[in-house]
């Protein structure tokens, strides 16, 4: 599986950027997709995710502000971000893991087994 992610930028605080997750994968569907950051001097945080069937979950940091979403004919995941804030500046990755419908989504690093080569997105004050 690899992952290819996109749409990195510098913008203002306040500002909407979306990135894109693409994915080289037979059978897309059936992987649970999620977006990681990391901010300078800080660790590895999870931002978002989506399930196989579509539920999401989201950090308490981004909720109200950030959506995750997928296209399966695509085998792309994407991060609307919206609002945006200096402190959303990071590099961005996507993960990935094969699921089975009653699996719940994950929120851990450990619980991905592939991963993006990140995006780096700086939202200026």
């Known amino acids: 599986v690899q992952l290819q992610a996109s749409g990195r930028g510098l913008v203002q605080a306040g500002d909407s950027l979306r990135l894109s997750c693409a994915a080289s994968?037979?059978?897309?569907?059936?992987?649970?997709v999620a977006w990681f950051r990391r901010a300078p001097g800080k660790e590895r945080e999870f931002v978002a995710a989506?399930?196989?069937?579509?539920?999401?979950d989201y950090a308490e940091s981004v909720k109200g502000r950030f959506t995750i979403s997928r296209d399966n004919a695509k085998k792309t995941v994407f991060l609307q971000m919206n609002s945006l804030k200096p402190e959303d500046t990071a590099v961005y990755y996507c993960?990935?893991?094969?699921?089975?419908?009653?699996?719940?989504?994950?929120?851990?690093?450990?619980?991905?087994?592939?991963w993006g080569q990140g995006t780096l997105v700086t939202v200026s004050s």
């Open positions: 994968v037979t059978s897309f569907s059936r992987y649970a």
């Open positions: 989506i399930s196989r069937s579509s539920s999401t």
């Open positions: 993960a990935a893991r094969s699921t089975i419908l009653t699996m719940p989504l994950g929120t851990a690093p450990d619980d991905y087994n592939y």
